[in-house]
């Protein structure tokens, strides 16, 4: 890992991070306090690539870890780390690692713009929702416990939220990589 | 605002060493949600205040520090309310500030190097096991601790100039020139890092 490597990777664990402390856009209609965070969690495999994506997750888990208040709301501490929701925050390292692999492949010189933006889409949706959903609520019904028809509905509810953060990390990764040349890795 | 940070004083928890306060900060962090007495958790709450004050940083400088984070708890305090669970919110409200004041204070009263050799040491074992490079992996956890205040307050930067500019406040408004700010930056931190040749790389993966 060079320098630059380290630095990217350290400043989108800042970002993902703020992300979370940042109340976020109030969606219409909406009575909960929405922040990005989980958005930046699939930008961070969309834009770095899957090595160093999961590289920044697993420096915001650490402080989590450490007690610093880093999740949504000012959420942080061991007990974060054991409790009914840690396949969530775990499964964001798998998260990561599989929409930047999706990304690394789809969008290329080598594809079609539709095909580009449909890989981005496709990563963040495989990535941040079927597979940190599958860790999620794996842990809510093994490790905490839950029926699995309830850990299953009670996380469905999240979905729309989601997909919603799903099509904004993508877009933001098209966008930015417009401004700025980045290759992943 | 990053420049408020970590910085020089004498109080008595600039004198305490870091390790100390870093693991000050896990047993409470952990502690606390497990704790569900809303008396308890308040005086919690007012001490972390109380302890964050005692910094030297000032009553305006703090608030202003953590305005945003604190009107994120603010709103879900009031949405458990909302739903008719007032118990829950006298728990999460004041276990969340208490938190957010705990660490705030923590980043405030240790140096950038201090923390650093802090990590670096705590990450010594996993070095020994052939994991990680303890000296990088550490820099990488201090430059993100850094960074967070930096890039809220860049965030509220682009806010407020496309709110005065009449812009209408689309997620990807803000994200797009906030990620590319990052980036940008992530590049100066790199090279700021390499013009110092620190750390040496010991060709042992992050």
Same mark, same amino acid.
């Given at each position: 890992?060079?320098?630059?490597?380290?630095?990217?990777?350290?400043?989108?664990?800042?970002?993902?991070?703020?992300?979370?402390?940042v109340?976020?856009?109030?969606?219409?209609?909406?009575?909960?306090?929405?922040?990005?965070?989980?958005?930046?969690?699939?930008?961070?495999?969309?834009?770095?690539?899957?090595?160093?994506?999961?590289?920044?997750?697993?420096?915001?888990?650490?402080?989590?870890g450490?007690?610093?208040?880093?999740?949504?709301?000012?959420?942080?501490?061991?007990?974060?780390?054991?409790?009914?929701?840690?396949?969530?925050?775990?499964?964001?390292?798998?998260?990561?690692?599989?929409?930047?692999?999706?990304?690394?492949?789809?969008?290329?010189?080598?594809?079609?713009p539709?095909?580009?933006?449909?890989?981005?889409?496709?990563?963040?949706?495989?990535?941040?929702?079927?597979?940190?959903?599958?860790?999620?609520?794996?842990?809510?019904?093994?490790?905490?416990?839950?029926?699995?028809?309830?850990?299953?509905?009670?996380?469905?509810t999240?979905?729309?939220?989601?997909?919603?953060?799903?099509?904004?990390?993508?877009?933001?990764?098209?966008?930015?990589?417009?401004a700025?040349?980045?290759?992943?890795? | 605002?990053?420049?408020?940070?970590?910085?020089?004083?004498?109080t008595p928890?600039?004198?305490?060493?870091?390790?100390?306060?870093?693991?000050?900060?896990?047993?409470? $962090?952990?502690?606390?949600?497990?704790?569900?007495?809303?008396?308890?958790?308040?005086?919690?709450?007012?001490?972390?205040?109380?302890?964050?004050?005692?910094?030297?940083?000032?009553? $305006?400088?703090?608030?202003?520090?953590? /305005?945003?984070?604190?009107?994120?708890?603010?709103?879900?305090?009031?949405?458990?309310?909302?739903?008719?669970?007032?118990?829950?919110? /006298?728990?999460?409200?004041?276990?969340?500030v208490?938190?957010?004041?705990?660490?705030?204070?923590?980043?405030?009263?240790?140096?950038?190097?201090?923390?650093?050799?802090?990590?670096?040491?705590?990450?010594?074992?996993?070095?020994?096991?052939?994991?990680?490079?303890?000296?990088?992996?550490?820099?990488?956890?201090?430059?993100?601790?850094?960074?967070?205040?930096?890039?809220?307050?860049?965030?509220?930067?682009?806010?407020?100039?496309?709110?005065?500019?009449?812009?209408?406040?689309?997620?990807?408004?803000?994200?797009?020139?906030l990620?590319?700010?990052?980036?940008?930056? /992530?590049?100066?931190?790199?090279?700021?890092?390499?013009?110092?040749?620190?750390?040496? *790389?010991? *060709?042992? *993966?992050?």
């Amino acid at each position: 890992m060079t320098t630059r490597d380290l630095g990217f990777v350290a400043l989108f664990a800042a970002l993902i991070v703020a992300l979370g402390l940042v109340p976020a856009v109030p969606l219409a209609g909406l009575p909960v306090p929405i922040t990005l965070q989980s958005a930046g969690v699939m930008l961070a495999g969309l834009l770095l690539g899957p090595k160093r994506g999961t590289a920044a997750v697993a420096v915001v888990i650490a402080l989590v870890g450490l007690g610093f208040p880093v999740l949504s709301g000012g959420r942080g501490g061991l007990a974060v780390w054991v409790g009914p929701t840690a396949g969530f925050l775990f499964g964001w390292l798998a998260a990561a690692f599989v929409a930047g692999t999706v990304a690394m492949r789809l969008d290329t010189e080598a594809h079609a713009p539709g095909v580009r933006l449909a890989g981005l889409i496709g990563g963040a949706i495989l990535g941040g929702i079927v597979v940190l959903y599958a860790f999620g609520i794996a842990w809510l019904t093994f490790g905490a416990g839950f029926a699995f028809p309830k850990a299953f509905v009670g996380s469905m509810t999240f979905l729309p939220g989601d997909i919603a953060k799903a099509l904004i990390a993508a877009f933001v990764t098209a966008q930015v990589r417009r401004a700025f040349r980045l290759e992943r890795k | 605002m990053i420049d408020g940070l970590g910085s020089t004083g004498t109080t008595p928890l600039h004198r305490l060493p870091a390790g100390v306060k870093l693991a000050g900060l896990a047993v409470i $962090a952990t502690v606390l949600f497990v704790v569900r007495e809303p008396m308890v958790l308040t005086a919690v709450a007012a001490a972390a205040i109380a302890v964050a004050l005692s910094t030297g940083r000032g009553v $305006a400088a703090t608030a202003r520090d953590l /305005a945003l984070p604190l009107g994120l708890v603010a709103a879900i305090g009031a949405v458990e309310w909302g739903l008719g669970d007032g118990e829950v919110a /006298a728990c999460v409200v004041p276990r969340l500030v208490a938190l957010l004041f705990l660490a705030h204070a923590v980043t405030l009263t240790t140096s950038t190097a201090e923390l650093a050799e802090t990590f670096e040491a705590g990450l010594a074992p996993f070095e020994r096991l052939g994991l990680i490079d303890a000296g990088r992996a550490a820099l990488t956890l201090t430059l993100a601790i850094r960074f967070v205040p930096l890039i809220v307050e860049e965030a509220r930067e682009i806010r407020e100039a496309q709110a005065a500019r009449g812009l209408s406040i689309r997620p990807t408004a803000l994200i797009v020139p906030l990620v590319v700010r990052v980036l940008v930056r /992530a590049e100066e931190v790199a090279d700021a890092i390499d013009a110092r040749g620190f750390p040496p *790389n010991k *060709n042992s *993966n992050m």
